[in-house]
């Protein structure tokens, strides 16, 4: 079984990697999640356990299906 820390390291790099991908800095994917930018570097470094309703918005700011936030690329 996958540790709760592995989750959150998989769904952080995947962020990251979705955001850079989009050309987008930390503080712009937070202006279009409507999500504080130390909020976004938190999940990019595993440090928060983020709800789904958050999920969604960085999903719509990514311009992705939420299951793409999930899809392991590594």
């Given amino acids: 079984m996958i540790s709760k820390q592995e989750i959150l390291i998989k769904f952080g790099n995947r962020v990251r ?42 999903a719509k700011a990514l311009n992705v299906n939420i299951k793409e936030l999930f899809d392991d690329k590594n």
Avoid: W
């Fill in 17 to 58: 990697d979705l955001r850079k991908e989009n050309g987008l800095s930390q503080e712009q994917l937070s202006f279009k999640a409507n999500l504080h930018r130390t909020y976004i570097g938190m999940i990019e470094r595993a440090e928060k356990n983020i709800t789904l309703v958050n999920i969604e918005k960085i």
